[in-house]
């Protein structure tokens, strides 16, 4: 029989067809051909099942069976003659035919499901803008508990997207759990995500805080004498670890109005280190911006 194995096509036998159709097909609908060497017909099918298949370029897998090799799968999965070609999508049959039919009807086929399969991504992408857009909503409003599980429900269906990825780790990390923040970001496969960078920075960050002491003397501190710079740089620290950004740069700012040259600019450098940790389209930072670059000239 012809040889065209590849990434998308492949023979299958007992050993290797849960992970190669059943595993597979939850991801990209698999065609198992059953065919055999002695099955003229099975000739001329495979030929045009493969070049089906390749076209597609792995929106579709070919698994080929060998019956007379695989017995008992024929067996079992009642294989009465050959060719026979099944259509496997999230573990369960969606189609199929027996013997040698046109290529314009094979093709049919596939593309109704290839076309599904996209409609289902498509359903799905829909589903995930939702939830991160409900989820950033519960965040901005300090809802950290109801933020999280809409994170996990997002990682449900997408376990690789790296907002809600770092969504959850900022949650942790303003319910004071840093250890389980670092282990969901360390373990992340994007390192160099804006998404995930910037999580890590804001990690640091609540980490340097948490090593300020009680945050509420902190902003007693500040609070009894507010001409006291470095108690308000310090209490604006962290507030940023802990999430609270927008107050950490208003903070900040004020104390810039204040004192613009106070050691040396620490404050203007601080302001900067926490824009470039928001991002450039980060509309608490670009407002931020804004109002520095109005202080610096006043």
């Not at 740069?249 to 004020?254: F, G, K, Q």
Request: one cysteine or more.
């Amino acid at each position: 029989m012809n040889d065209n194995s590849n990434e998308n096509i492949y023979d299958v036998n007992a050993k290797n067809f849960q992970e190669k159709v059943m595993q597979q097909s939850m991801k990209t609908p698999v065609m198992i051909d059953f065919w055999a060497d002695w099955c003229q017909p099975c000739k001329k099918l495979m030929p045009v099942l493969e070049q089906i298949v390749n076209s597609y370029k792995g929106k579709i897998k070919l698994a080929k069976i060998n019956i007379d090799e695989n017995k008992q799968m024929a067996e079992q999965m009642q294989i009465r003659s050959v060719p026979t070609v099944a259509i496997v999508y999230k573990g369960q049959p969606i189609d199929g035919f027996s013997g040698n039919i046109a290529k314009s009807e094979i093709e049919e086929k596939i593309k109704k499901i290839v076309l599904n399969e996209a409609n289902d991504d498509d359903e799905q992408s829909e589903k995930i803008n939702v939830l991160l857009e409900l989820s950033e909503q519960e965040f901005k409003k300090g809802n950290y508990d109801k933020a999280m599980p809409l994170f996990m429900e997002v990682l449900a269906i997408e376990p690789e997207q790296t907002v809600a990825t770092a969504g959850l780790a900022k949650c942790y990390i303003n319910m004071n759990d840093i250890k389980t923040a670092q282990e969901i970001l360390e373990n992340s496969n994007h390192q160099d995500d804006s998404n995930i960078k910037e999580a890590l920075k804001i990690l640091d960050l609540a980490k340097q805080s948490s090593g300020m002491g009680d945050k509420k003397k902190l902003k007693d501190k500040y609070e009894k004498n507010k001409k006291n710079i470095q108690a308000g740089f310090d209490y604006a620290i962290a507030l940023f670890g802990l999430g609270k950004q927008e107050q950490s740069i208003d903070l900040l700012l004020e104390l810039f109005k204040q004192d613009k040259d106070w050691k040396d600019g620490a404050i203007k450098d601080k302001l900067l280190e926490f824009f470039a940790v928001l991002g450039f389209e980060n509309s608490i930072a670009i407002e931020g911006r804004k109002k520095l670059s109005t202080l610096m000239f006043i």
